[in-house]
């Protein structure tokens, strides 16, 4: 019985919500291990929009556990109002749904202040962080200062919590706030406690030893299905440092942030764009700041689904899907956005790259040479027609075959998943990891 993780295999925004909700079908529980309310899954189901930030797409399927993991940073704000947007429209009648883990660190006011601040402080340097308190959240949980899920539950150390937090925590706002000549945002401890109290309590059914749980399914052979959030390239340590998230988004981290072993998982799967694209700073070999880098935004609708960013756009780059393939260890690809590369006269793949005169095929070691190098490029034939009706590779024009049977090749993995638009039903699903 294989338990999955699905990563996401570049910047991030590949489309992961869209391949969990599609692998839910096999699994009986789904688990968000890492990021917190910086994610944004869209899924489009029957022509309906649901984006969710912090519970597993699986949500939508009846009879599915979700869970979310020790190794996510939680809004208590936002995941209220996720559960009362979701209960309203029917979904979530059973409590038992969603189990949230009591050692999940808790995204405070004075997170986000900071987050916001910081980035402010860093003017022409920023990182391109949401603002959400994500990164200020796993600073303090790193420095064993952090509050988590349980805490929310009893009142007395809340309390203490928050009195011993909130002093640090709003002499660095008013440091910040000062510098940024801003007014200094109010943090009223009485107030803070009392909606964290009140949020706990709301929250308090669904709390649970995830780690237990999950590890109980695993013994029992269940199906598990790990979403990560972002991508490989925005992983803490594997990705673009310093342009990068507060967390590991690499597909071992699974594993740490559900409390399982790694002996629990069984195969990984990338996903991908069928081009690239980034959002916020940090070197993008691909980057097309033109016509076209303009079309594929427009095309894709790459704007944020949690901030409404415009996205930076340029063609797929195999050294990118390459490096993904080693550090998540793929076995195989879900291509997403097929459909927004038709009407293309030729489509370029990025097969290696040039650093001072050497062609390299690997990612530079050292990630401030990624901004110097030039892709070198392999350019196939384009195709014109629609692809949203294809449910079958041999649906697909002949030169978008050609494309995905390259990418395969110069990945050394199979692409086992071609997506052609943004509904559930338009996809081509050529091996089911669950039974492969
Ligand atoms: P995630 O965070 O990786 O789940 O990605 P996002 O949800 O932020 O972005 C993916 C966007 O692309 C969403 O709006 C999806 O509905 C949409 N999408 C996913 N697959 C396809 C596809 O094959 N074609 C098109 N046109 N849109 C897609």
Not at 1 to 15: F, K, L, T
Not at 135 to 157: F, N
Not at 187 to 199: A, C, F, K, T, V
Request: with cysteine; charged share 25%; proline share 4%.
């Amino acid at each position: 019985m294989p338990n999955i993780v699905v990563v996401g295999a570049q910047w991030g925004d590949e489309g992961k919500g869209k391949v969990v909700d599609l692998l839910t079908e096999h699994a009986q529980v789904v688990v968000r291990f890492q990021g917190g309310n910086n994610a944004g899954h869209t899924l489009v189901v029957g022509g309906q929009k649901t984006v969710l930030h912090l519970i597993p797409s699986g949500i939508l399927h009846s009879g599915k556990t979700c869970v979310i993991g020790n190794g996510v940073v939680i809004d208590p704000t936002v995941l209220m109002k996720e559960i009362d947007a979701l209960k309203s429209r029917g979904f979530l009648a059973d409590a038992r749904q969603l189990l949230i883990s009591s050692h999940a660190h808790v995204i405070f006011p004075w997170h986000k202040h900071l987050d916001a601040l910081r980035e402010k402080s860093r003017a022409g340097s920023a990182i391109g962080t949401t603002g959400r308190g994500i990164g200020p959240a796993y600073e303090d949980k790193v420095g064993r200062r952090g509050i988590r899920v349980a805490d929310l539950l009893d009142a007395t150390r809340l309390k203490r919590r928050v009195h011993e937090r909130l002093g640090p925590a709003s002499e660095e706002i008013f440091q910040l706030a000062r510098a940024a000549k801003v007014p200094e945002p109010l943090l009223e401890e009485g107030d803070i406690i009392r909606e964290y109290s009140e949020l706990g309590e709301r929250l308090r059914e669904y709390v649970a030893d995830t780690s237990l749980y999950l590890s109980e399914k695993v013994r029992k052979g269940t199906r598990i299905l790990f979403e990560g959030a972002q991508g490989t390239l925005l992983d803490v340590d594997h990705g673009t440092y310093p342009f990068v998230t507060s967390s590991n988004c690499v597909a071992g981290n699974a594993a740490v942030g559900s409390g399982l072993g790694p002996t629990s998982i069984d195969r990984v799967l990338g996903i991908t764009k069928a081009y690239t694209t980034r959002v916020g700073q940090g070197p993008f070999p691909t980057e097309l700041s033109d016509e076209l880098g303009e079309r594929l935004r427009k095309v894709g609708d790459e704007f944020g689904a949690t901030t409404g960013r415009p996205r930076r756009c340029g063609w797929l780059d195999v050294v990118v899907l390459r490096y993904a393939t080693r550090v998540n260890g793929l076995w195989g690809l879900a291509l997403t956005k097929m459909d927004v590369l038709s009407g293309l006269e030729s489509v370029k793949i990025c097969t290696s790259y040039e650093l001072d005169g050497q062609r390299i095929e690997e990612l530079p070691g050292d990630y401030e040479d990624l901004g110097r190098v030039k892709p070198v490029y392999e350019e196939l034939p384009g195709w014109d027609k629609r692809l949203a009706g294809s449910r079958t590779l041999e649906d697909l024009p002949e030169a978008a075959q050609r494309y995905v049977r390259r990418i395969e090749e110069l990945c050394g993995i199979p692409v086992v998943c071609v997506s052609v638009g943004a509904d559930r039903g338009e996809t081509i699903l050529l091996a089911n990891p669950y039974h492969a």
